[in-house]
């Protein structure tokens, strides 16, 4: 079955940048996302990218998707404490249906 | 501001008792999901619902969890008897036909079992 794969842990300072990354195995992924999730709530969208893009972005954030590798990754300038979470990345092939997750990478944001 | 609600936000049972959770997808939304999100396993699909029927409730132990969507404003999430091992925090999300990229989570119920 499809698999998407993150590295657990990411500790960066305040100010600097931080990449995210993120593997997956499905070939035929459409949509592939990236979610924040804050303690103890839910997750919240923060930017996706169809699988004919190489690139999006979104003021701090910038998503890099490379197919033929199936690596995605994220980065956010100008890291914030308040950039501190969990970030999750996933993929579908149809935004209509269940998303596949990774397990997430838990950044840590020191000031 | 439309949102996905959940009910209960938190729940504290005690092992073999029922657990009913309740989620109110964003008016329109033809799409329901169910996830469970434990540390060991991360997020997992437990079923989804399309125009309230289901597509696919093979993440479930048909033996104790049941999905229902009894209206097109409801759906729940039923385990009974409930176990220790269920504990987690199970999220809903809706999609809507006309914005398929994006699933909308709601805030979760955090389920914790005796």
């Known amino acids: 079955g499809e698999d998407v794969e993150q590295s657990l842990f ?9 990449v995210i990354n993120c593997t997956y195995t499905d070939s035929s992924s459409t949509y592939l ?3 924040k999730q804050e303690p103890g709530a839910g997750l919240q969208l923060l930017t996706y990218i169809f699988s004919n893009m190489d690139m999006k972005q979104d003021q701090r954030l910038t998503v890099l998707l490379n197919k033929k590798d199936k690596h995605l990754s994220l980065r ?5 404490t308040g950039d501190s979470a969990i970030y999750f990345c996933a993929e579908t092939n149809s935004g209509n249906t269940p998303l596949v997750f990774g397990k997430g990478t838990r950044l840590s944001v020191i000031a | 501001d439309a949102r996905v609600t959940q009910t209960p936000r938190h729940k504290v049972t005690e092992m ?9 997808p964003i008016l329109g939304h033809n799409t329901v999901f169910w996830y469970r999100q434990t540390m060991m396993q991360g997020l997992e699909l437990l079923a989804y619902f399309r125009n309230r029927a289901p597509l696919d ?14 209206d097109a404003t409801l759906a729940t999430l039923k385990i009974q008897p409930s176990e220790p091992r269920d504990s987690a925090v199970y999220f809903c999300a809706s999609a809507s036909p006309g914005e398929v990229r994006r699933q ?10 005796l």
Request: glycine share 10%.
């Open chain 2, 16 to 24: 073999g008792q029922e657990v009913t959770m309740r989620c109110q």
């Open chain 1, 76 to 80: 956010i300038a100008d890291t914030q």
């Open chain 1, 10 to 18: 990411l500790s960066v300072r305040e100010g600097d940048s931080s």
């Open chain 2, 104 to 113: 909308f989570f709601g805030p979760g119920t955090r389920l914790t079992v």
């Open chain 2, 57 to 70: 409730d093979s993440g479930m132990p048909k033996d104790r969890f049941s999905a229902e969507m009894p």
């Open chain 1, 33 to 35: 996302y990236w979610y």
